[in-house]
């Protein structure tokens, strides 16, 4: 059973950063595929980015292209999402979730906020 702990979330200006951070106990955690998944008020979920086991790969959704990075420290069992020149439309509840073969994601954590003011 894995556990993940997201981390830094809060309130930011347009045009600002966030750093947030996923810690993950209980299982080895360089098994796992990790992804930022993030819910808006009133939206559906949807998927934000993902990285391989070593890091070597990373994927983004379109909105978040260039202006998001993801990263991992498997060394320290943290994915860590690095957001710049957020915007009002990024305000939403970003969850981290762990998946052991790229499909479907068998852990999650309690999300964190993050919100964008304009």
């Known amino acids: 059973q894995v556990q993940l702990v997201e981390s830094g979330g809060g309130l930011v200006q347009a045009g600002g950063s966030l750093r947030l951070s996923c810690a993950a106990s209980?299982?080895?955690?360089?098994?796992?595929?990790m992804g930022w998944f993030r819910r808006a008020p009133g939206k559906e979920r949807e998927f934000v980015a993902r990285i391989t086991w070593s890091g070597d790969s990373t994927n983004y959704a379109d909105s978040v292209k260039g202006r998001f990075t993801l990263s991992r420290d498997n060394a320290k069992n943290t994915v860590y999402l690095q957001m710049n020149s957020l915007k009002p439309e990024d305000t939403a509840v970003y969850y981290c979730?762990?998946?052991?073969?790229?499909?479907?994601?068998?852990?999650w954590g309690q999300g964190t906020q993050v919100t964008v003011s304009s």
């Open positions: 209980g299982g080895t955690f360089s098994n796992y595929y």
């Open positions: 979730a762990a998946s052991r073969w790229d499909r479907e994601y068998d852990y």
